[in-house]
T-cell receptor, first 115, second 113 residues
């Protein structure tokens, strides 16, 4: 199956700083990437959908100025959490797909802890 | 808006038992349904994928069924093992695009040796 990687797998940052998470499709060109987050003991919630070369579409309640998504190439999307707060501590997972794929493939996730 | 609910939220069974996990969704216009496994602090492992035109899928001790018209799916685990302990997530795609996935609330399974 298709492989999606994320980097870093875990990160600790101080409150007020920004942190970037990368999502890469290793063996296919991803025209669409999705970003999810999972708070402790909760299920995954879609944050935004990004299409290569276009602005991301954010779900209701997700601040687009706080969670910056860039999908500049067919193999890389980045999520930048700006001015991170402790309540942003969460597990962030991306998935990637391309037109014609019947499923999207998920990355292993990135655990963010903001102190 | 699609909503996916899983029952029970938690389940504890002795090793060797057969068990059923339930998933229900509100919008039957789905493209496919997937069952995932998530170990604590880890990512997702895809277990089974059922297309909207299919009724069930099997993989080893796992069998998933889909009744799209009633908005339900079940995951059957035969002869449960301690290694099956994990959280099981049901996810549907279709509303808003076939690649966009809505996850269920999850069932946390513990298999006691």
């Amino acid at each position: 199956g298709a492989v999606v990687s994320q980097h870093p797998s875990w990160v600790i940052c101080k409150s007020g700083t920004s942190v970037k998470i990368e999502c890469r499709s290793l063996d296919f060109q991803a025209t669409t990437m999705f970003w999810y987050r999972q708070f402790p003991k909760q299920s995954l919630m879609l944050m935004a959908t990004s299409n290569e070369g276009s602005k991301a579409t954010y779900e209701q309640g997700v601040e687009k100025d706080k969670f910056l998504i860039n999908h500049a190439s067919l193999t890389l999307s980045t999520l930048t959490v700006t001015s991170a707060h402790p309540e942003d501590s969460s597990f962030y997972i991306c998935s990637a797909s391309f037109a014609g794929m019947i499923v999207s493939y998920f990355g292993p996730g990135t655990r963010l802890t903001v102190t | 808006k699609q909503e996916v609910t899983q029952i029970p939220a938690a389940l504890s069974v002795p090793e060797g038992e057969n068990l059923v996990l339930n998933c229900s969704f509100t919008d039957s216009a789905i493209y496919n349904l997937q069952w995932f496994r998530q170990d604590p602090g880890k990512g997702l492992t895809s277990l089974l994928l059922i297309q909207s035109s299919q009724r069930e899928q099997t993989s080893g001790r796992l069998n998933a069924s889909l009744d799209k018209s009633s908005g339900r799916s079940t995951l059957y685990i035969a002869a449960s093992q301690p290694g099956d302990s994990a959280t099981y997530l049901c996810a549907v795609s279709g509303s808003g695009g076939y690649q966009k996935v809505t996850f269920g609330t999850g069932t946390k399974l513990q298999v006691i040796p």
